[in-house]
């Protein structure tokens, strides 16, 4: 307490806010992030209430990595060689629209599995274009010392979101169908690409457009693979991130099951179940804005993402609503004391003229929860779903217990 009295008196936990465009940018992050974390639930929902397949569920959500294998290459280069505000610009606005179209498909009552999947094959499309040209213009609007303030703000500004948006869109459902939270899901977007606008282009140098210009896409794309690959800790920081959002994330991809079979909570209890977690993970943002700086990052990464797997197997054997929220909450702590600070080290330790290939990778290691939920998807269908959340949790751990045991200096990052 008396660290966050002190932080506040110096204004230290907010000094990123002090650079417009930073505040513009996170402006858009919190109504781009709050339709996002909307769209969890809701596609979830959704689908499961059309087609009652556990399988389909999985694929709902898994469908988005078609995107990720065919773009994310490319997404990085582009947020490298062109303005970021217009690839911002355009990824949220068409957001906005593709959200709109399945609300209106939701109301007029001819809603199918098929337009839930090309609307999350969509959107997955417009993540991967946004992500790195958002991630990158963090760097881009404050100056290298406030780097890790910033990105804690901007965790904080996510993970609130993840706190507001499944219960705000549990509710809706509740009083109303999935339409209103699609409808809801587009203005957020709507908001949120009217006030990019405002955001100033960041002016390149001849050097570096002429280099970009003598390259081509691919030629870029393996360069930036082949710096990432060199450089130890990113490296070591994209392996962490691939490890949990393989085997560990894909868990929330059963909430519904959970939710409305096992724990009988329905909609409105899914939404609180990821707000817990969104909870969880707004608690961790604050510890990171405050005192984050202070940590020695690797060794926090790493445990923190060893127990996030662990908190998956505990959810699988939770008998009670109660004892579930609280082991989502704890797991919302620990994916972001991971996910921010792998953030923060592949930012900091990649230079400029890499970051967003850098970024990229990441924001690629991030979207294969998207190929973990079909397996996990398919898994349940043969263990149950408390057996294959219970079985890919434990995948996590035993990954990142190798990462420990294979890159030993990975604890040390600073």
């Known amino acids: 307490m008396p660290s966050f009295l002190t932080a506040l008196r110096n204004n230290r936990a907010f000094q990123a806010l002090h650079y417009r465009d930073f505040r513009t940018v996170s402006v858009c992050q919190i109504f781009g992030n709050l339709g996002f974390w909307m769209d969890e639930l809701s596609r979830g929902w959704l689908i499961y209430q059309i087609t009652d397949s556990m399988v389909q569920l999985g694929f709902a959500r898994g469908v988005q990595f078609v995107p990720l294998l065919l773009f994310a290459p490319f997404a990085g280069t582009f947020a490298d060689r062109y303005s970021r505000r217009t690839l911002l610009l355009f990824a949220q606005g068409m957001s906005a629209v593709i959200f709109a179209v399945l609300a209106a498909l939701i109301y007029a009552g001819v809603v199918q599995p098929w337009h839930v999947y090309v609307a999350a094959v969509c959107s997955g499309l417009m993540q991967v274009i946004q992500q790195p040209a958002r991630s990158s213009l963090v760097s881009d609007t404050v100056p290298p010392e406030l780097l890790t303030n910033a990105i804690g703000l901007t965790s904080m500004i996510f993970n609130g979101a993840r706190l507001i948006g499944p219960a705000l869109a549990g509710a809706i459902i509740a009083l109303s169908d999935t339409g209103g939270a699609y409808a809801v899901q587009a203005f957020c977007l709507f908001i949120a690409t009217v006030w990019a606008v405002k955001l100033r282009g960041v002016p390149r140098s001849a050097e570096f457009k002429a280099q970009m210009q003598s390259e081509t896409y691919v030629e870029s794309i393996l360069k930036g693979w082949r710096y990432a690959w060199s450089h130890q800790t990113v490296r070591a920081g994209i392996l962490c991130t691939t490890v949990v959002s393989l085997f560990v994330f894909p868990f929330t991809t059963m909430l519904p099951v959970f939710a409305r079979d096992i724990l009988d909570v329905g909609a409105g209890g899914q939404g609180m179940l990821l707000a817990a977690m969104g909870g969880g993970a707004v608690v ?127 604890r040390k990052i600073k």
């Open 284 to 410: 961790s943002s604050i510890m990171i804005t405050l005192s984050g700086h202070r940590w020695t990052r690797g060794k926090v990464m790493l445990d923190a993402s060893l127990i996030y797997g662990l908190m998956a197997v505990a959810l699988a054997v939770s008998p009670y609503y109660w004892s579930s929220l609280l082991v989502m909450a704890l797991a919302g702590l620990c994916h972001v004391h991971a996910n921010a600070l792998v953030h923060t080290v592949v930012q900091t330790y990649s230079s400029a003229e890499y970051r967003g290939r850098s970024m990229a990778l990441f924001n690629m290691s991030q979207m294969l929860s998207t190929a973990g939920s079909m397996v996990i998807g398919v898994l349940a269908a043969w263990l149950g779903p408390r057996g294959a959340v219970a079985a890919m949790g434990m995948a996590g751990a035993a990954g990142i217990l190798l990462l420990i045991v294979l890159m030993p200096a990975a």
